[in-house]
């Protein structure tokens, strides 16, 4: 059946662009599961549906009914993440916009800085802190992103962690992701000589 697309859907040429990694994802799967069934689910339609999660921010059982049940989003969306696809994905995005920016794939200087930022209702009290300096009770979020501001590497921490435990695991990060073409890391005060 086919559906009018919404704005979140994928072009073919974005498309073009992940489909191999996902169809390779997907028979390493198949290859490995008992049944070998490789499923009627079509992928490119649960990544529209992602997106359209992720531009909405509906919640999951709210998802149209012209796109794949909501049940089997989340199941891929869940399954991508625990087997690193979508970081594999990010990842090779990254490298092209970088190279079409007549840039080298790795960076050779990234920056980093954290922000606190309040956390909504119902978030659970274990995963939140209270930000001494400024004065917010939250979740500190802390980004490392090359020149061209492109992600490369995250932390969601509590907001009572110290600067430095969110540099010392975005530098992680950006050391598996970079190697050793890494020269440079910009970073304000908050950041002590640990980092």
């Given at each position: 059946?086919?559906?009018?697309p919404?704005?979140s859907?994928?072009?073919?040429e974005?498309?073009?662009?992940?489909?191999?990694?996902?169809?390779?994802?997907k028979?390493?799967?198949?290859?490995?599961?008992?049944?070998?069934d490789?499923?009627?689910?079509d992928?490119?339609?649960?990544v529209?549906?992602?997106?359209?999660?992720n531009?909405?921010?509906?919640?999951?059982?709210?998802?149209?009914?012209?796109l794949?049940?909501?049940s089997?989003?989340?199941?891929?969306f869940?399954?991508?993440?625990?087997?690193?696809l979508?970081?594999?994905i990010?990842?090779l995005?990254?490298?092209?916009?970088r190279e079409g920016?007549?840039?080298?794939e790795?960076p050779?200087?990234?920056?980093?800085?954290?922000?606190?930022?309040r956390?909504a209702?119902?978030v659970p009290?274990?995963?939140?802190?209270?930000?001494?300096?400024?004065k917010?009770?939250g979740?500190?979020?802390?980004?490392?992103v090359d020149?061209?501001?492109?992600?490369?590497?995250?932390v969601v921490?509590a907001?009572s962690?110290?600067?430095n435990?969110?540099?010392?695991?975005?530098l992680?990060?950006?050391?598996?992701?970079?190697?050793?073409?890494?020269?440079k890391?910009?970073v304000?005060?908050?950041?002590?000589?640990?980092?």
């Amino acid at each position: 059946m086919k559906r009018d697309p919404y704005p979140s859907d994928l072009t073919d040429e974005q498309w073009a662009l992940i489909e191999p990694m996902i169809t390779a994802w997907k028979q390493g799967r198949v290859k490995r599961s008992a049944t070998g069934d490789p499923g009627s689910c079509d992928l490119r339609e649960v990544v529209n549906a992602i997106f359209y999660q992720n531009r909405t921010g509906c919640q999951w059982r709210y998802l149209p009914h012209d796109l794949p049940s909501w049940s089997a989003v989340f199941y891929y969306f869940g399954l991508w993440r625990q087997d690193g696809l979508d970081q594999r994905i990010q990842e090779l995005l990254r490298c092209q916009v970088r190279e079409g920016a007549k840039r080298l794939e790795d960076p050779s200087l990234v920056i980093i800085d954290t922000q606190s930022v309040r956390a909504a209702a119902g978030v659970p009290k274990a995963t939140t802190g209270l930000d001494a300096n400024k004065k917010v009770s939250g979740r500190k979020r802390g980004l490392a992103v090359d020149v061209l501001g492109l992600i490369i590497g995250v932390v969601v921490l509590a907001a009572s962690v110290h600067d430095n435990a969110a540099g010392t695991a975005l530098l992680d990060q950006v050391a598996e992701r970079c190697g050793n073409r890494l020269e440079k890391v910009l970073v304000d005060q908050g950041f002590k000589d640990e980092v």
